[in-house]
């Protein structure tokens, strides 16, 4: 709760009591004593609330003992149920908080290996994050025979996309190789400069001016990462979209808050 501090004409601009608090009539004004749970009273909307502390503790759910097997569920990245394989240091539950409403969590020692049904794993995940509101601590555990199947679901998967991704490397790679020897790109900047724009602004220009002779295009650089294409007249926005498109580095992907990196040659 944010609270302001108003001019009092009694005692000039800024004037605040001398209290612990900065909001007079709020628990820890002067002469004053409140427990965290002793209920107040707000003056402003006489509602009866609790005094707001910095840290709040974890909910009893998160205070479930964990052991290797302990079933656990999260929605982070469609991972969906999973099982504790192995747990690091010391467990301390009492410690883990929230700060900031539910923003964060801190506090808990020990961290935890977690393989998940849907063929992943996570490697020393944080007490407090496992503890946290993004996580369920389930009171089904597995049995050992499930988590060995597991296990081995989860490893397949992980070789079969690691294959994949050696094998798209490879073909890249060669398409590169491909491209390069292409007479139409001769005329092109060839370099390693991937995210900054500067070399992508430089072959859109090149290729802008070879597919719209006669036509003045201003292609800029305004700040790392972007490239602003202006033009008067002659082509449409589609027809210079699908040149300087080619040059696109990725997309934001805004159901997962993060940016996509494209792999096109």
Known sequence: MR????????????????SAHPCPGRPGTAGEERSATTPWRDPMNSILALRPTAATPA???????????TRVSTRL???????????HGEQQPGTVRSFG????MMGGRAEFDIVFLSGSFSRRLPECILRGVQWRILDRPGSEAEIATTIANAEAVQARLAAEVTAADVAHEAELARLRAVPEHAALRQGDERHGGKLAAANIRV???????????SVRVPHHGSVYVRWTSGPTRQ????IANRYQGGHFDGMEDIYRSARSP
């Not at 501090?5 to 000039?12: A, E, V």
């Not at 409403?101 to 964060?104: A, I, R």
């Not at 027809?239 to 699908?242: G, I, P, R, Y």
Request: include cysteine; hydrophobic fraction near 30%; charge should be positive.
């Open 3 to 18: 609270c302001r501090t108003r001019p009092d004409r009694r005692k000039g601009k800024g004037y605040r009591p001398r």
């Open 59 to 69: 909910s009893t759910p998160g205070q479930l003992p964990i052991v290797v097997g």
């Open 77 to 87: 990245y469609n991972r969906g149920e999973g099982f504790v394989t192995a747990i």
């Open 101 to 104: 409403g539910v923003v964060g």
């Open 207 to 217: 290729e802008l001016r070879r597919a719209f002779p006669g036509v003045k295009f």
């Open 239 to 242: 027809e210079v979209e699908a």
